[in-house]
């Protein structure tokens, strides 16, 4: 399982997070909502300090992670995050 940013996304968290260099991205398994896998769960984002990361991808000095206690909501698919151009806002896809 991987995460895997696109140059948009990366961006997108620069402007709009103004994430920088050490800072930590948590995406986690929220209640509430839908994903492909569960219903009643979706994807969230926060910006947090990392426990226990099971999974992680380092951008620009910026570490993207999954802890592994979420692990089990990507049912082993890699996280793809893009920005939907119509919208200005991420979007999610899982890829086997």
Not at 36 to 49: A, Q, Y
Not at 71 to 77: K, M
Request: glycine letters at 8%; a negative charge; aromatic letters at 16%.
């Amino acid at each position: 399982m991987k995460i895997i940013l696109t140059d948009q996304a990366m961006q997108w968290f620069k402007e709009e997070m103004e994430v920088e260099q050490g800072d930590f991205i948590r995406f986690y398994a929220r209640y509430g909502g839908t994903s492909p896998f569960h219903e009643g769960f979706s994807l969230g984002m926060n910006r947090e300090t990392a426990h226990e990361i099971g999974v992680s991808s380092a951008v620009d000095g910026v570490t993207f992670y999954i802890e592994r206690a979420d692990e089990w909501f990507f049912d082993q698919h890699d996280l793809v995050v893009e920005v939907n151009e119509q919208v200005q806002e991420l979007s999610y896809r899982y890829v086997k």
